[in-house]
């Protein structure tokens, strides 16, 4: 399963897809070996994500039916949702969505008219 990652140290981590620095997100697809040696040795943090708790206990101290943000390493994580306690919702909380692409304004009727109304050369 994939997950997000942000790099902590002042060093370029490079990976299939390119080379991330520090404070920048990028997605892998590690195994748990591999992103629990490079969460502890302080190189990379799991990317909070939203998740829900479906099961009957209280998880990361979230009700039954709430929802809770957390950077669960992916062992842990696949714990979790295998014995029913959580699922993963939505994408990723909203202070990390990407900032929106800027709109571009619709032409108003009197400027598509002067476009049109011009001759072709």
């Given at each position: 399963?994939?997950?997000?990652?942000?790099?902590?140290?002042?060093?370029?981590?490079?990976?299939?897809?390119?080379?991330?620095?520090?404070?920048?997100?990028?997605?892998?697809?590690?195994t748990?070996?591999?992103?629990?040696?490079?969460?502890?040795?302080?190189?990379?943090?799991?990317?909070?994500?939203?998740?829900?708790?479906?099961?009957?206990?209280?998880?990361?101290d979230?009700?039954?039916?709430?929802?809770?943000?957390?950077?669960?390493?992916?062992?842990?994580?696949?714990?979790?949702?295998?014995?029913?306690?959580?699922?993963?919702?939505?994408?990723?909380?909203?202070?990390?969505?990407?900032e929106?692409?800027?709109v571009?304004?619709?032409?108003t009727?009197?400027?598509?008219?002067?476009?049109?109304?011009?001759?072709?050369?």
């Amino acid at each position: 399963m994939t997950n997000k990652y942000r790099v902590l140290l002042p060093l370029l981590v490079s990976t299939e897809a390119g080379a991330y620095a520090q404070g920048e997100i990028f997605e892998k697809d590690f195994t748990e070996d591999e992103e629990r040696t490079n969460v502890e040795s302080g190189l990379l943090e799991s990317v909070p994500r939203r998740y829900k708790v479906i099961g009957e206990s209280v998880v990361h101290d979230t009700a039954p039916g709430d929802t809770f943000e957390a950077g669960l390493l992916l062992g842990n994580e696949a714990q979790l949702i295998a014995s029913g306690n959580i699922q993963r919702v939505g994408g990723p909380p909203p202070e990390l969505d990407p900032e929106p692409e800027p709109v571009k304004p619709k032409p108003t009727k009197k400027a598509a008219a002067k476009r049109s109304a011009k001759p072709k050369e």
